[in-house]
């Protein structure tokens, strides 16, 4: 077992023994919230799938699925990419498409500008990052595709190769949000 595996193992003895910590200091008069009594057990069955789609586990996923992507595509070494004409094609539309993007969002009567007509609070602010990513997976997809490295192929590696990395997001954001209902 290498060091991943033991830390991902006791990440999930940990998941499994909060509830019974909680239960355990509570008794013991410290002053936090029990995962077993009936306030805690009913917010644990309302929350338990609410770490399915914390934001750890989007950042793990997107981490996982850029990574195998930027692999697959053969973007690097740059050197190499800067010499094909094929990598400016797919630059200049992907830098096009993004201009267009923003402008349409800056417009005055924009939807995507907050209610008082900024940037900040507003739903283009909100999904820059998912924006960025799967704009930036596209162009990664469409530079590496060939008949050898088909898409699935590409986005699928990273999370291969890197199998653990979304359940110990998971067990991450199911103790974090365990700790922070004890404590609250």
């Known amino acids: 077992m290498n060091n991943s595996q033991r830390v991902f193992v006791f990440c999930l003895v940990l998941a499994g ?4 910590l909680s239960w355990v200091l509570s008794a013991l008069g410290v002053p936090c919230r029990s995962i077993l009594d009936d306030e805690g057990l009913r917010w644990l069955f309302r929350h338990a ?5 914390s934001r750890l586990v989007m950042l793990a996923l997107c ?6 992507v930027i692999q697959k595509s053969r ?7 800067f010499r094909e004409p094929r990598f400016y094609r797919y630059a200049a ?9 923003l402008f349409a969002a ?9 209610i008082t007509g900024g940037i900040a609070g507003s739903p283009l602010l909100d999904g820059l990052f998912f924006l960025g990513w799967f704009s930036f997976i596209v162009f990664c997809l469409c530079y590496g595709h060939t008949r050898r490295n088909p898409w699935i192929r590409m986005l699928t590696y990273g999370i291969r190769r890197h199998p653990l990395v979304l359940p110990f997001a998971v067990v991450i954001s199911f103790c974090w949000q365990c700790i922070d209902y004890m404590m609250s």
Do not use: R, W
């Open 17 to 20: 023994l909060l509830p019974f």
């Open 49 to 53: 799938n609410d770490c399915l789609h």
């Open 63 to 68: 981490c996982t699925i850029m990574q195998g």
């Open 75 to 81: 973007l690097f070494p740059l050197s190499k990419t």
């Open 93 to 101: 539309v992907y830098a096009v498409v993004l201009i267009v993007i």
């Open 106 to 114: 800056l417009a005055p009567e924009s939807p995507l500008l907050s």
